[in-house]
């Protein structure tokens, strides 16, 4: 209830499905906890009332991660608002799923933008404002591991950008003693992937436990890592599928 007692978060993309339970949980370990949204405002502002009226700490703002300068600016306005900052956590994503010859170059530019160039700017002006000892987490994707059917091919390089970003970042921050981990959960329900959707019995069958993930799941194990038991986890990418990629 209190490992993050004192500690200050900004979660990037966090109005809606995993994003929303890590603000949660963040929260109600007690952590100040910022976070951005790009669409979904009403969500957004549900999660912060749900906070603070348990006595929690928690602002919304608004930062499409699709530009660069949002994201710095959200970054800074955060630190400000709460003097500091000790854990970022990446999960903004965008899925282009689809026939190869269907992508288009906006589906590649958006999806490098958002779930690739987003982070790296995220983390690099994090690093300015980070106490010593702090969290990065990326949110990437078993898909980095492993596309089991067709149409993955943009997603999938998204994801796989970051198991080399957390390595090349977790070598410039470890003096500081801050952790840069990245975090692949296989199928989760969300609006994203819901667990009855189209393909989702197909990808269950791929599963040793036979179900999709829950976002509070994804949220625990992101806990645990912005935590302070995990100081020695750091270039990681570590993968919460249920099997899936066993
Ligand atoms: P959802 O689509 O349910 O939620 C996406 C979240 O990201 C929302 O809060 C959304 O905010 C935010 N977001 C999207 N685009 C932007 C943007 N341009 N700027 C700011 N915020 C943005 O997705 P999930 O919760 O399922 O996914 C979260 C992360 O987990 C993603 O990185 C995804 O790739 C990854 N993931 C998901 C899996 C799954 O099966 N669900 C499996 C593996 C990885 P808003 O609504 O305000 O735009």
């Not at 109005?15 to 910022?34: F, Q, T």
Request: charge should be negative.
């Amino acid at each position: 209830m209190d490992t993050l007692q004192g500690k200050i978060a900004f979660v990037q993309g966090g109005s809606r499905g995993i994003g929303a339970a890590i603000v949660k949980r963040l929260a109600h370990e007690g952590a100040a906890v910022a976070f951005t949204y790009a669409a979904s405002a009403e969500q957004a502002e549900k999660t912060v009332t749900e906070i603070t009226s348990a006595g929690g700490k928690a602002i919304a703002i608004q930062a499409d991660s699709n530009h660069a300068s949002a994201v710095q600016t959200a970054l800074r306005q955060a630190v400000e608002h709460f003097g500091g900052l000790d854990i970022l956590v990446n999960n903004a994503g965008v899925l282009a799923w689809g026939p190869l010859e269907e992508l288009t170059l906006e589906d590649l530019d958006r999806t490098l933008a958002v779930n690739v160039r987003s982070v790296f700017i995220a983390c690099q002006e994090a690093a300015k404002h980070m106490n010593e000892g702090g969290r990065i987490i990326n949110i990437g994707s078993v898909n980095a591991d492993r596309v089991p059917m067709a149409g993955g091919a943009i997603y999938a390089m998204s994801k796989s950008a970051l198991v080399g970003l957390t390595k090349g970042m977790a070598r410039d921050l470890g003096p500081r003693s801050i952790t840069v981990n990245n975090v692949q959960p296989g199928p989760v329900d969300t609006e994203m992937n819901p667990a009855d959707g189209e393909g989702a019995s197909q990808l269950q069958a791929l599963m040793a436990v036979q179900r999709y993930g829950k976002a509070e799941e994804i949220a625990s194990f992101v806990t645990y890592l912005a935590g302070p038991d995990a100081g020695y986890i750091t270039g990681a990418s570590l993968t919460i599928d249920g099997g899936f990629s066993a």
